[in-house]
């Protein structure tokens, strides 16, 4: 045990001052990385560029490789050049079992440059509705009605349609129905906004009215659809179940 213990301070003494060297280099790359975050996110957030973690963590992420080739020779004897190399060729077979998060990688910085998608914006995408809260490495997060969050890869937003949506559009939440077809349009139209507008008051848009839009016939009557406008804080199932519940067994619906 003594000779151990004296083995660890030999080792201590005679690398000293690559020990010291590799602390003051952590300690500095720490410090400048976390002044550099701070001061991106406040130049951010004062800018036309979209405030995003992946920019930050892009320059954050540099920071630090430009630390550890500063600590490779003097601490640890490895050439940064040599290293580099090696890198390279092993890097091509990584790159192959790496593809998916390469792809995700590129794809966010391609839509954060571009301004294709920013925290804040209203999205419809692979049948996911939401607000997008976050760009990541790897991910946008967006977060639905309900509160929940989803993270849909990057690549995806690239190669996928992407609807940028209105608050408005958002909110539209459709309920389809089949009138009778002797019912007169204008009659059904006038007991329906009648009754849901007094079954949703408080929970739609108050400058979107409810809408009643006829669309065509089919076999049993003639269709169409009730447009309401839901409150950020209200389901469109809630509406929809409200509204169905409140027309059921209407005399002018087609049986």
């Known amino acids: 045990m003594t000779q151990l213990v004296h083995a660890m301070q030999s080792w201590v003494t005679g690398n000293a001052n690559r020990i010291i060297f590799l602390l ?8 400048i990385a976390y002044a550099a975050s701070k001061a991106l996110w406040r130049l951010l957030e004062h ?6 973690t992946f920019f ?4 954050i992420g540099i920071i630090w490789i430009i630390g550890a080739m500063m600590v490779m020779e003097p601490v640890f004897g490895i ?3 040599t290293l580099t190399t090696a890198l390279g060729v092993g890097g091509l077979a ?7 998060t390469i792809s995700n990688i590129v794809g966010g910085f391609g839509l954060m440059l571009g301004k294709v998608v920013q925290p804040g914006d209203l999205i419809s995408i692979a049948g996911i509705t939401g607000t997008v809260k976050d760009v ?19 690549s995806l937003l690239n190669t996928s349609s992407l609807e940028k949506m209105t608050p408005a559009g958002e909110a539209l939440t459709r309920i389809p129905f089949v009138t009778k077809g002797t019912a007169d349009p204008a009659v059904v139209e006038q007991k329906i906004l009648a009754k849901v507008s007094r ?16 669309q065509g016939f089919d076999a049993t009557g003639i269709q169409g659809e009730i447009w309401v406008f839901a409150k950020q804080e209200v389901l469109p199932s809630t509406l929809q179940d ?14």
């Open 24 to 31: 003051i280099v952590v300690v500095a790359t720490a410090t």
């Open 47 to 52: 800018s036309q560029i979209p405030s995003a």
């Open 56 to 59: 930050v963590n892009i320059v």
């Open 79 to 81: 050439n940064p050049t």
């Open 94 to 100: 990584v790159s192959f079992g790496l593809k998916d």
């Open 136 to 154: 990541t490495w790897r991910h946008t997060i967006v977060i639905d009605r309900a509160g929940e969050e989803m993270w849909i890869p990057n």
């Open 199 to 214: 079954v949703t008051n408080g929970l739609v848009l108050p400058d979107k009215p409810t809408l009643v839009k006829f």
């Open 242 to 255: 409200l509204v169905t519940r409140t027309l059921a067994g209407e005399d002018f619906l087609a049986d």
